[in-house]
């Protein structure tokens, strides 16, 4: 069964920190993984990543996949307040998309 | 904005009961998708159709059933409510195989 698995759960940090969002995974027929930001409503997307080694950068944020290993991580950098959400790690293989249980990041001032 | 247009918005009905929750694709997309989300079970991809046909399923339930029309909308029945039901319930439309983007969701509450 395809499993994403993102950790932390939560995190709380000040602004201006970076952090760092973890995402593991086992899929069969990987094609792609795919990170979202969820605030009070919609996920709305980030990035979607589907080859080793090259990183997707927007802003302050960034992401990179490591399909060896099977994981992806999500960068952001000088984090401010509007920055608090969840974000979502999917990856797509035989089933359009299996998502993690999200990340929760509160960025405090 | 994603483009992406559900309705209705929030939905209050009892158990036994049925309902239709729409969904307007992206101007151009031919993939519709539907998932439930709720606070113990996360995102969960229900049924996809693409340019009409039905194309993945997930765990929809058979009280659950989905259609997309001739002109793309698309629309999710769910019939014999039950509490367990109540959950945010996402439309995502993409191209094909694309980034999907996610509407405002209907919320269900059954009581």
């Known amino acids: 069964e395809d499993k994403v698995v993102q950790s932390p759960l939560s995190l709380v940090v000040h602004e201006g920190d970076t952090v760092t969002l973890n995402c593991s995974y086992e899929v069969t027929n990987f094609r792609s993984l795919l990170w979202y930001k969820q605030e009070k409503k919609a996920p709305t997307f980030l990035f979607m990543l589907?080859?080793?080694?090259i990183e997707k950068k927007s802003g302050r944020l960034s992401s990179i996949l490591d399909k060896k290993e099977l994981f992806s991580i999500l960068n952001i950098t000088a984090t401010q307040t509007g920055d608090s959400a969840i974000y979502l790690c999917a990856v797509e293989g035989n089933t359009p998309l299996v998502f993690g249980k999200g990340t929760r990041l509160s960025v405090i001032a | 904005d994603s483009g992406v247009t559900q309705t209705p918005k929030h939905l209050i009905t009892a158990t036994g009961q049925r309902v239709t929750l729409r969904c307007s694709p992206r101007?151009?997309?031919?993939?519709v998708y539907w998932y439930q989300q709720s606070l113990d079970q996360g995102l969960q991809f229900l049924i996809q159709?693409?340019?009409?046909?039905?194309?993945a399923k997930g765990n929809i339930l058979e009280r659950f059933s989905a259609q997309q029309f001739p002109d793309l909308h698309s629309e999710l029945n769910l019939s014999s409510l039950e509490l367990g039901d109540s959950a945010l319930y996402f439309c995502?439309?993409?191209?094909?195989?694309?980034?999907?983007?996610f509407g405002p969701g209907t919320r269900l509450l059954v009581l």
């Open positions: 589907t080859s080793s080694g």
């Open positions: 995502a439309s993409s191209v094909d195989r694309d980034p999907q983007y």
């Open positions: 101007s151009g997309d031919l993939s």
């Open positions: 159709y693409y340019n009409g046909e039905e194309r």
